[in-house]
């Protein structure tokens, strides 16, 4: 099978999907959970400034997460949900 087809394959797979149609695809589903990042936050010590810094996001989204008037998703979600388990993990991996 060339790359075309095999490219064309998996979008058609891709579509039917979403349409609900059965493809015999393998779905892996990950429930990642909500957090409290000021409560996440407060464990690691860090200051709204610093803590915001050390996870690459503009203390203003941060702030935002904090006060319920945006959530974090996708990759920042997850990576603030490590941080739950092990508030050490970004100065671990970043020094």
Partial sequence: MSAYDSIKQGLSEAIEFAQG????????R???PQVNIAAIRARTGLSQAAFA???????????????????PTGP???LLAMIAKRPSLVEELLN
């Avoid at 149609?21 to 892996?28: D, F, L, N, S, Y």
């Fill in 21 to 28: 149609k059965p493809t015999g695809a393998r779905v892996h």
């Fill in 30 to 32: 990950v429930e990642v």
């Fill in 53 to 71: 810094n050390s996870i690459g996001v503009a203390k203003g989204t941060l702030l935002n997460w904090e006060h319920g008037r945006r959530h």
């Fill in 76 to 78: 920042a979600q997850v």
